[in-house]
């Protein structure tokens, strides 16, 4: 099946797989034929991509390592691997000692590239849209259904996945832009919660709530802008935020207990960090807090 692909597009047919294989969430028909005629550098810009004249013609490229659920109508139908089996082959050692070894990868190689290419388009997506009519936009933007919608939240967890001291200079670069104070970029992403107005003006607050460890590492950080000027109030609101979602991932909250938040300061509904972390039954946070 992949020695029968066209040379031409191997490096297209690659990428994609790697989406199909560690993507999310299922992919649909639409989504996958965007993917595909993706550029093959993040950096090299998206103004210039162009469309396959249906989406159902990006099946051909995929002879054999794909299936179809449900109406392809408008790009409508989901797509994955036909077999679990070619996940498995795909990013074995088996494959390195064969003719289909320019098709291998690993699951650290995908989520970078995904991520990597979720978070240029989001950049990229985000103050370029060329969508006037709002409804349209929303749905553009905020619908997992569409590229947009996926890379808009999916990136950030993507690369949650890879160790911090592994992501390229790209990636580190992006993510502090898309994480900015007041961007664009950010709103698109915290549109959805509640807590918009807190996220918006404080993005580690967004990052800690979602449990991005590595990212909210980043973002309270002197190394980058908005670590500069974190006050003891910013970090103690962190804490509050952070401790339901920290059951399980205790880093969480060593990072901002050793970064000065203070456990004792009452900061949201449930009143201190040890309170919300009791009222949500997170007996291994509560411990932390208390020694």
Excluded at 71 to 86: D, E, Q
Excluded at 171 to 194: E, M, P
Excluded at 235 to 242: N, P, Q, S, V
């Amino acid at each position: 099946m992949l020695l029968s692909i066209d040379a031409n597009f191997q490096p297209q047919v690659k990428a994609s797989l790697k989406w199909l294989a560690f993507s999310l969430e299922p992919l649909n028909l639409g989504q996958l034929a965007e993917i595909f005629m993706l550029p093959s550098k993040s950096d090299d810009g998206f103004e210039s991509m162009s469309r396959l004249f249906s989406s159902i013609d990006v099946l051909k490229y995929f002879p054999g390592l794909v299936v179809t659920e449900g109406s392809p109508i408008n790009g409508a139908s989901h797509v994955r691997l036909a077999h679990f089996s070619i996940k498995e082959y795909l990013t074995s050692d088996r494959i390195l000692q064969t003719r289909s070894s320019v098709f291998a990868f690993t699951e650290a190689d995908a989520h970078i590239h995904i991520g990597r290419f979720c978070l240029a388009y989001h950049l990229h997506i985000s103050p370029t849209s060329e969508i006037s009519n709002e409804h349209e936009l929303h749905y553009y933007l905020y619908h997992e259904e569409t590229l947009a919608g996926y890379a808009c939240i999916g990136w950030a967890r993507h690369i949650e996945f890879i160790p911090r001291a592994s992501w390229p200079p790209e990636i580190l670069r992006n993510a502090v832009l898309s994480l900015s104070i007041y961007c664009i970029s950010l709103v698109h992403t915290i549109y959805r919660f509640t807590r918009i107005r807190n996220f918006i003006r404080q993005p580690y607050l967004y990052t800690a709530t979602r449990g991005f460890r590595q990212l909210t590492e980043m973002l309270i950080s002197s190394s980058v802008g908005v670590g500069r000027y974190l006050t003891q109030v910013d970090l103690d609101d962190g804490l509050y935020w952070a401790t339901p979602c920290a059951a399980g991932n205790l880093d969480f909250v060593h990072l901002l207990l050793k970064e000065g938040a203070n456990v004792n300061v009452e900061a949201g509904y449930h009143g201190t960090a040890l309170e919300a972390a009791c009222a949500r039954s997170h007996t291994d946070v509560a411990r932390v807090l208390l020694e």
